[in-house]
């Protein structure tokens, strides 16, 4: 996938909140790139880093907030 006109809106250290946060964004029709900076010894320290298309950070950053909040 071409990640030039995406850009990142969040990072979890949390690998399970930041799937649940990934999964909402599918649902919602919004393309997603994920960078998984899983070059860590220890996974907990893992970052997982969700990008979006530029078009969609209004909507996407508006859905996650949401999330957030629940």
Do not use: C, W
């Not at 298309?53 to 996407?60: N, P």
């Amino acid at each position: 996938m071409d990640v030039e006109n995406f850009v990142t809106i969040r990072s979890y250290k949390d690998r399970v909140q930041g799937e649940v946060m990934l999964a909402a964004l599918h649902n919602a029709g919004i393309k997603t790139f994920l960078r998984d900076d899983g070059n860590n010894v220890l996974p907990f320290e893992n970052e997982l880093v969700i990008m979006v298309h530029e078009s969609d950070v209004d909507a996407a950053l508006e859905l996650l907030e949401k999330e957030e909040d629940l």
